[in-house]
């Protein structure tokens, strides 16, 4: 099984950036494609960012489009996003799994899930 370890979240001001990386430890990383969910409080666990096994095919969610990126490193087996121009509404819990590989509508989650690392924008 692949183990998947977050980092990166902590606290920032609206309009400030945070750096998320994914670390996994798993067999065939660059096989897998990845993907960031994040949960509020109260709120469902929503698809973010997710990006194919090469690199070459990225997923936005509608809210984050044009301010989050999502890249990944297959070398050191890690994926990050990266969050420019936070929101308040961006507080949560973010987490990275391996999502499906067809993205119609969305990328759905496809395997386990980590600890997550939160992610606080204050306003």
């Known amino acids: 099984q692949v183990q998947l370890v977050e980092s990166g979240g902590g606290l920032v001001q609206a309009g400030g950036s945070l750096r998320l990386s994914c670390a996994a430890s798993g067999r065939s990383f660059s096989s897998y494609p990845m993907g960031w969910f994040r949960q509020a409080p109260g709120k469902d666990r929503d698809v973010v960012a997710a990006?194919?096994?090469?690199?070459?095919?990225?997923y936005y969610a509608n809210n984050v489009k044009g301010r989050f990126t999502i890249s990944r490193d297959n070398a050191k087996n890690t994926v990050y996003l990266q969050m420019n121009s936070l929101k308040p509404e961006d507080t949560a819990v973010y987490y990275c799994t391996v999502v499906s590989p067809i993205w119609r509508p969305a990328p759905q989650p496809f395997g386990s899930w980590g600890q997550g690392t939160q992610v606080t924008v204050s306003s």
């Open positions: 990006i194919n096994g090469g690199g070459t095919s990225l």
